[in-house]
């Protein structure tokens, strides 16, 4: 917003300030005039009550009305601020009920009332600050302040005649009644009041005029209304003895006394007001006048700048243009395909040079191509640095896997050799129990291979039962004894396969088993299909899982994640996706009708059948019939 702008906003901002002073005047008198009467048991029907209430209302209203006129002045924070506190303010102001309701109550201090109209009057009284950060110019923002500091002084004046009219006696009541808190409270407000008129003249000064004249109504020995009731008030609130060794004398003598020297502040605060509205009217117009000589000033200046930026934007267009093209093919295209080649294949067969953007020119748009040449480069050292990582991870865990598997076949071979020796009952059943733990050995020590993306060393050459197959994923299981087979169709698994699915069942006995009852049974079934598949089922009674589980399983099984840290911790879903992948045999979790789960594995033709295409006649173990919807959407072999 321009100066201008700014000082025509002033005047009208002026007018509110007006506005606001008056009702902040007229809630002093309410407030104070009101203290006597309600302090000394009167209603408030009593006219020297409701008389004042009713002169703020008016004035309330025309305020509000004032303010509407100012609207709502986005993208300047100043008069964005001022359009907040008026909003604030009027708020505010629709608690004047509830303060009048609980106006000097009985037994309750008085600065209780006094201190909540203090604060909507000081609310109103701040606008003038408010209007200093509306303007730039150092003159009117003097003056403002100056304004501010003198309100802030009549405020403090006025608030020190409420607390001595409140504790006055009055009508029924013949005694003072002062308590130590009011009289603190109105201690603070005299000492407010001198700092304020101090901070209010070197302000004024600071304008280049004189306080003194402005000032002089106020002075003590020009008016000895105004100088008996300065010495009243600092006797009451500023002595040991108080309102104890006072003279007594009603509040209302005290009202009319004090009132002389509000009214004279009043006075000056009215003609601070109408000089600084003077001063925003004589700044207008000046600025009127030096907005005309700058606007065609500018008009030259930014015919010239167009022409320029014309001229410069061109240039950059064109290499902003390929940069964009560049940048946008290298994040979609370039650097995707070849962190996938990195995944895939050696890092050192694949080529890992950088084609720069093109873009040589000396400027910032040329220091931001190079710099993109840098990121691009670094980024795929950092993608090859990390496939070669990778690697030798990959081959760490290789090493380490087949030592393991090589000691553990040894442990194997030399168990069964102590229990073909052994008579022992007892003796052979401990036997059998290592053996077993020896063979969970091997099959976690066969997971890293398949983190590693090897195949275990182990590998049959000829087609096996699939019954055979279930049984021996059956005795790696812990609970083995609970794993119940039934209606096993007379099929042969391919022996390429054997030791994987062996591996992918143990994985899925071994869920089953550990998360259901020890009393119960895992149940395991098989159903040859029409079109040469073999769909197998493992149903627990288990605990079961939530349909979010279910589908993030599954998931996972049909698109197995990259290895990281938190595989670690779901190593049997994950080597179980790999392997069904391998072997394009299709695994998914569904809830069991009796509770619990059950993992449905559909094994292809290629493997269900020893590796041989299935007899055009169903064998003598196949049952007729389909499996459950969805895992058999496809026909004929899968994968």
Not at 444 to 455: P, R
Request: without cysteine; charged residues 25%.
């Amino acid at each position: 917003m321009t100066d201008m702008q700014q000082l025509e906003h002033m005047q009208l901002l002026t007018q509110m300030t007006k506005q606001a002073t008056s009702l902040a005047q007229a809630l002093q008198v309410e407030r104070d005039q009101s203290a006597g009467p309600l302090s000394n048991g009167s209603k408030a029907t009593d006219y020297k009550v409701s008389q004042p209430r009713e002169k703020t209302d008016r004035a309330k209203d025309a305020f509000l009305d004032a303010t509407n006129e100012i609207g709502d002045f986005e993208g300047d924070d100043a008069l964005e601020s001022i359009h907040a506190s008026v909003a604030q303010i009027a708020s505010q102001l629709g608690d004047i009920r509830s303060i009048r309701k609980s106006a000097y109550e009985k037994d309750a201090p008085s600065l209780n009332t006094i201190d909540q109209y203090s604060q909507l009057i000081t609310s109103l009284l701040s606008l003038s600050q408010d209007m200093a950060q509306a303007t730039s110019n150092p003159d009117m923002i003097k003056r403002t302040r100056a304004l501010a500091a003198f309100s802030s002084a009549k405020e403090y004046a006025s608030i020190q005649r409420a607390i001595i009219a409140a504790a006055l006696p009055g009508g029924s009541v013949k005694e003072p009644h002062l308590n130590e808190n009011d009289k603190q409270f109105g201690s603070n407000a005299l000492d407010k009041e001198t700092r304020a008129i101090s901070s209010f003249k070197a302000i004024y000064g600071s304008t280049g005029e004189s306080a003194v004249d402005l000032m002089a109504p106020l002075d003590n020995g020009n008016n000895p209304e105004i100088n008996a009731a300065n010495m009243y008030a600092k006797h009451i609130l500023d002595t040991p003895n108080g309102i104890d060794g006072a003279r007594v004398r009603s509040y209302m003598d005290w009202y009319d006394q004090s009132s002389t020297k509000i009214d004279a502040m009043k006075t000056i605060e009215t003609t601070l007001l109408s000089d600084m509205e003077a001063k925003a009217r004589e700044l207008r117009e000046a600025s009127q006048r030096e907005a005309i000589i700058n606007g065609a000033v500018i008009l030259i200046v930014l015919g010239v700048s167009l022409v320029g930026a014309f001229v410069v934007a061109r240039s950059m267009i064109r290499s902003l243009r390929r940069l964009q093209d560049t940048a946008t093919r290298v994040a979609q295209d370039r650097l995707p395909e070849l962190v996938k080649q990195l995944s895939e294949t050696d890092p050192q067969d694949v080529d890992t040079s950088v084609e720069s953007v093109g873009v040589h020119s000396r400027d910032e748009i040329g220091q931001v191509a190079a710099a993109f040449d840098d990121v691009h480069r670094e980024a795929v050292r950092l993608a090859a640095e990390q496939a070669l990582l990778r690697g030798n991870v990959n081959a760490m865990f290789t090493n380490l896997s087949r030592r393991s598997q090589g000691l553990i076949q040894r442990q194997l071979s030399l168990i069964s050799e102590l229990e073909s020796r052994e008579a022992d009952p007892d003796q052979l059943s401990s036997l059998f129990k290592l053996d077993h733990l020896a063979t969970r050995m091997r099959r976690n020590g066969e997971n890293l291979l398949v983190l590693a993306g090897e195949e275990p060393g182990r590998r049959w050459t000829r087609p096996v039962p699939l019954v055979d197959v279930l049984r021996a994923a059956a005795s790696e299981v812990e609970q083995y004894e609970r794993i119940e087979l039934s209606a096993v169709p007379a099929t042969e698994v391919a022996g390429r396969v054997v030791n994987d699915l062996v591996h992918l069942l143990a994985e899925l006995l071994e869920n089953a088993t550990s998360f259901s009852s020890p009393q119960t049974k895992v149940r395991v079934t098989g159903h040859a299909l029409p079109d040469g598949r073999v769909l197998v089922e493992i149903h627990d009674t288990g605990i079961g899982l939530s349909p979010e589980d279910l589908a993030a399983i599954n998931e996972r099984l049909a698109q197995p994640p990259t290895v990281d840290v938190s595989v670690s911790r779901r190593m049997g879903l994950f080597v179980v996706g790999r392997l069904s992948l391998r072997h394009g045999i299709r695994i998914q979790l569904r809830p069991s009708d009796s509770g619990g789960t059950t993992a449905l594995v559909m094994l292809p033709v290629d493997v269900a059948h020893g590796g041989k295409q299935p007899p055009s006649k169903q064998g003598p173990g196949q049952q007729p019939g389909g499996a459950p919807g969805g895992l058999l959407a496809g026909n004929g072999s899968a994968g």
